[in-house]
């Protein structure tokens, strides 16, 4: 059985940052150019600080790519920090224990509220934030949408695509259009803060202006959506290969993301079952066949029933909280003294909302990928092309058509 792994290595300020995926079929086609153009999505989005003006991220293949294609081995790559030349000396991983005692290096010990800052450093037992923050900070998530990148490169050999795009910031709600559009990407990506309503775009702009004259930060809500999804990837039989809770885990792990809903989400506690359910009905023509020739007359499930697709769209609402960094501190308390003190003003962003949907797409498409060749396997992308092509025959024609 084959299955997608990924891991990343690296921190904010170090040399770069390192992205491993495993599992993936050979025959892929693959360019450093697939994962930049997902890599400069990242980048984008009203709000972000000064760090996305030094850096430029692009990919170095290591392994596991030749010629344009996959190889089935583990593809490992490389991004390089460009503000790695300004952290040399704090981040030196010798230095010596005098540029302490001389001030030359200092100690952050303002731990920031809301940061992975003073949890960290009881729990690994530091004496100095910075060893929590460097790998807590979300510049990891660049190797994340590297990975993710990969994933999609496969997902689209088989039809899949995956779209996203910010429907409230800062206390302002987008208007989502009844029929979104086909290539949701071409049409978000030009906002500056990835909405497709021109009116809350310009308010949610206005209000992050605000905020950074506050010292102040803002989060928000971004929606994922995947389609042609075949029915039946994940699983209703055990616990963990529910494929709605494997969705879950991944992006909720994401940085400052504290809530997650599928479809209806959480307003469907709220309806009575008549309001909720998707109503069914056959399907015959073209275009169904991934989901069996039968179609839900709503999609208020997002996609899946019991933790397996329905061949709908699979629908994510991913809620960002504000950035924990803020330019007018909060109260805290100084881990070198214990006494009462103000956080550490970092320098950070106003908002990332834009940025926290593009790597929602890429977390979503690595569970994805990993359901799609856990189901349909093959060591090569034509072998998993036939198993899925075999099983969309099947399924279409289960209803007698
Ligand atoms: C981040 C703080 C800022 C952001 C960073 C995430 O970095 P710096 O401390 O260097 O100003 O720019 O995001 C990125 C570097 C990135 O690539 O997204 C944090 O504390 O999480």
């Known amino acids: ?80 920090n460009r503000d790695w030349k300004n952290w040399h000396e704090i981040m030196d991983p010798a230095p010596r224990p005098e540029d302490y005692a001389s001030g030359r290096k200092r100690r952050l010990t303002r731990v920031r509220p809301g940061h992975a800052d003073l949890s960290g450093i009881f729990k690994y037992n530091r004496s100095d934030a910075r060893d929590i923050l460097e790998r807590a900070s979300a510049r990891e998530t660049t190797a994340r949408v590297a990975c993710g990148a990969i994933a999609k490169r496969l997902l689209a050999e088989v039809g899949i695509t995956i779209g996203s795009h910010v429907i409230h910031l800062g206390g302002i709600d987008a208007v989502v259009p009844a029929e979104l559009p086909g290539d949701l990407n071409a049409a978000a990506d030009p906002s500056p803060v990835r909405t497709l309503d021109k009116d809350a775009e310009a308010r949610m702009i206005a209000r992050i202006d605000d905020l950074r004259k506050a010292g102040n930060t803002a989060g928000g809500i971004a929606e994922v959506i995947v389609r042609n999804l075949p029915v039946g990837l994940g699983s209703h039989v055990s616990w963990d290969r529910k494929l709605d809770g494997r969705l879950a885990q991944a992006i909720l792990s994401i940085p400052a993301v504290k809530g997650m809903e599928f479809g209806a989400g959480f307003e469907a506690a709220r309806r009575s079952g008549a309001e909720v359910h998707d109503e069914m009905e056959p399907a015959p023509g073209a275009g169904y066949e991934r989901r069996g020739h039968v179609r839900r007359r709503t999609n ?26 803020l330019m007018k501190p909060l109260a805290t308390v100084d881990f070198a003294t214990g006494e009462p003190a103000m956080a550490a003003a970092e320098r950070s962003d106003v908002t990332a909302v834009p940025a926290m949907g593009v790597i929602a797409e890429a977390m979503a498409a690595l569970v994805l990928a990993d359901a799609v060749t856990e189901k349909f396997g093959g060591d090569s992308l034509d072998e998993l092309r036939r198993n899925l092509d075999a099983y969309v025959s099947h399924v279409a024609a289960r209803l007698g058509r």
Do not use: N, W
């Open 1 to 80: 059985m084959t299955r997608i792994r990924f891991t990343t290595a690296g921190e904010s300020h170090g040399p770069g940052l390192v992205a491993v995926v495993e599992g993936l079929p050979a025959g892929v086609p693959l360019a450093a150019a697939d994962v930049d153009a997902e890599l400069a999505r990242r980048q984008q989005g009203y709000g972000r600080g000064r760090r996305m003006q030094i850096e430029h991220d692009t990919i170095e293949f290591l392994s596991g790519v030749r010629a344009g294609e996959t190889l089935g081995s583990p593809v490992a790559a490389l991004v390089r």
């Open 300 to 325: 208020r499930a997002g996609g899946l029933e019991g933790g397996i697709t329905t061949g709908e769209p699979l629908v994510i609402r991913v809620a960002m909280k504000p950035i924990s960094t």
